[in-house]
T-cell receptor, first 111, second 107 residues
């Protein structure tokens, strides 16, 4: 059973489109995250949700909007995609800031 | 300057060698994490530690809270250890990452 699963694994889309990435965790964790990994492999937090409430929003453009329908799901919607949004996006979860479990990543390519 | 600094950035070793990757941080932390990312992209948590030392198989992680420094050691390295090793510190409700160390172990 996959602990943190995100879909799709690959996403190729044109500039200006709107797309979503879904994430689900079956670990019963209270906290979920979205991280962005740039072309230099550097990871940086975008958002953190605890029990469906936003607790971290790290200067991410308004075009990115996370949605957490319940504490097991944290989806990422991106509007008006730009070339610079191309990256690998990782979902993760943890309980009380203990060990983090990561999804397999979504490679987004904007053309 | 990044809050979490790793060294070296790149490391090539021969199979069987003892490997050390270092991590220094400048912020107050709740815990320090070592992560492994293989080609193909998945990230796996290796260790989470807030003091002392942990060992798992051929991997050993140590942390010195006073010196704000951690090391990840790999004994008897093997080509399958080739990956990116990432140090991350827990700061409040988030992880802050180092830039990663690209390790290549040659047979």
């Amino acid at each position: 059973d996959t602990a943190v699963s995100q879909t799709p694994k690959y996403l190729v889309t044109q500039m200006g489109n709107d797309k979503s990435i879904k994430c689900e965790q079956n670990l019963g964790h209270d906290t979920m995250y979205w991280y962005k990994q740039d072309s230099k492999k550097f990871l940086k937090i975008m958002f953190s949700y605890n029990n469906k409430e936003l607790i971290i929003n790290e200067t991410v453009p308004n075009r990115f909007s996370p949605k957490s329908p319940d504490k097991a799901h944290l989806n990422l919607h991106i509007n008006s995609l730009e070339l610079g949004d191309s990256a690998v996006y990782f979902c993760a979860s943890s309980q009380d800031m203990t060990e983090a479990f990561f999804g397999q990543g979504t490679r987004l390519t904007v053309v | 300057k990044n809050e979490v600094e790793q060294s070296p950035q790149n490391l090539t070793a021969q199979e069987g060698e003892f490997i050390t990757i270092n991590c220094s941080y400048s912020v107050g932390i709740s815990a320090l994490h070592w992560l492994q990312q293989h080609p193909g992209g998945g990230i796996v948590s290796l260790f989470m530690l807030s003091s002392g030392k942990k060992k798992h198989g051929r991997l050993i992680a140590t942390i010195n809270i006073q010196e704000k420094h951690s090391s990840l050691h790999i004994t008897a390295s093997h080509p399958r250890d080739s990956a990116v090793y990432i140090c991350a510190v827990g700061e409040g409700n988030k992880l802050v990452f180092g830039a990663g160390t690209i390790l290549r172990v040659k047979s």
